[in-house]
């Protein structure tokens, strides 16, 4: 997304450097979306955020110049040595929620490597929080994994998923086991829709054993970003009332940049 701006206004960049990507978002003084951009992390945390910072000017035709604070966070936020600041992935995400939901929510980010249950009260202040860094289990990176074993395309699996009538969760969450009864499966013939549906299933059934659920639960991050039917699947299972932001994926760094206006705000009025 991008936008022609005029020079009179402030801008802000703020970006979210994951484990499996980097996501930067550009936002003017009003706080709205000029541009945002996502990329592959990749082997080098540094190129990759270079990259993702001036595509994300490119898309809105702006310079290094114009932009008066950069605020950093996720995995690799150490590693943006351009960046004015940085933030806690945790602080980012509930910025970012509460930003389209300003009540009292609990955020579920399914990332790549690890997932997050922040609980927020009604001023958007973090209650508490809880993280998934054991194994992929509950995150995107397992059902990656079971994709490349189906050989199929990522793009395919929510609408493939949405086919199947069957509530039969894989029954490991070791991705090294789970692929091993993917592999039993397919032996016995089972439809792939069915498949993905149990991998949807238990990655549903791992953020439902990370805490208590209830009331307006947010979900963010790639996941669900590509894959809708997430929301659905933890309707039915908790009965509660399932919110999804505009852009999912770009939650951590939305948040980001409003630290980043925030930032700069506090420092003129010193």
Excluded: W
Excluded at 165 to 178: G, I, W
Aim: hydrophobic share 40%.
């Amino acid at each position: 997304m991008s936008k022609n701006l005029s020079t009179s206004i402030s801008f802000f960049v703020g970006l979210d450097v994951g484990t499996s990507y980097v996501k930067s978002v550009l936002i003017d003084n009003n706080k709205e979306i000029l541009s945002s951009f996502v990329k592959r992390t990749g082997t080098s945390i540094e190129n990759s955020s270079k990259t993702a910072f001036e595509e994300v000017l490119s898309g809105a035709s702006l310079s290094r110049s114009s932009i008066k604070h950069i605020t950093a966070t996720g995995y690799g936020k150490s590693k943006v040595s351009f960046a004015d600041s940085n933030k806690t992935e945790i602080s980012c995400h509930a910025k970012g929620a509460y930003h389209y939901f300003p009540k009292k929510i609990t955020v579920i980010d399914i990332g790549g490597q690890d997932t997050k249950v922040i609980k927020l009260d009604e001023k958007g202040k973090i209650v508490r929080f809880k993280m998934n860094r054991k194994c992929a289990a509950g995150t995107g990176a397992f059902i990656e994994e079971i994709a490349y074993r189906l050989d199929l395309p990522l793009k395919e699996l929510n609408n493939l998923a949405a086919k199947s009538t069957l509530n039969a969760p894989l029954a490991s969450f070791c991705t090294v086991f789970a692929k091993t009864e993917i592999l039993t499966r397919i032996k016995d013939g089972e439809k792939v829709e069915d498949m993905i549906k149990s991998a949807f299933d238990s990655v549903i059934r791992r953020i439902i054993e990370m805490a208590v659920l209830e009331g307006s639960i947010v979900l963010t991050g790639g996941l669900i970003a590509h894959n809708r039917i997430i929301g659905v699947i933890l309707k039915k299972e908790i009965n509660a009332d399932i919110l999804i932001p505009p852009h999912p994926q770009l939650i951590g760094a939305i948040g980001a940049a409003h630290f980043a206006l925030e930032s700069y705000v506090l420092e003129i009025n010193q």
